[in-house]
């Protein structure tokens, strides 16, 4: 399924980036900016992506990521 564009505070389209790095190269790591849901505020946040495949044979895209 593709996913909604979803641009960083700078137009950065970061999770298209994310999966197609991802599904490319098996791993992606990416440092964008982001809305912080808790606080309203806007940080830096470093994702880290890595392409798996489930117990069902599906190719997924699963990512972590933190604010700094």
Known sequence: KEPDRQDDGA?????E???SEAITNGTFRVDY????PETGGIYYK????EKVTGSDEKL???GSGIYQ
């Open 11 to 15: 137009g950065t389209p970061f999770r």
């Open 17 to 19: 980036q994310m999966i």
């Open 33 to 36: 900016i982001s809305t912080r």
């Open 46 to 49: 470093s994702v880290y992506a």
């Open 60 to 62: 997924y895209v699963v």
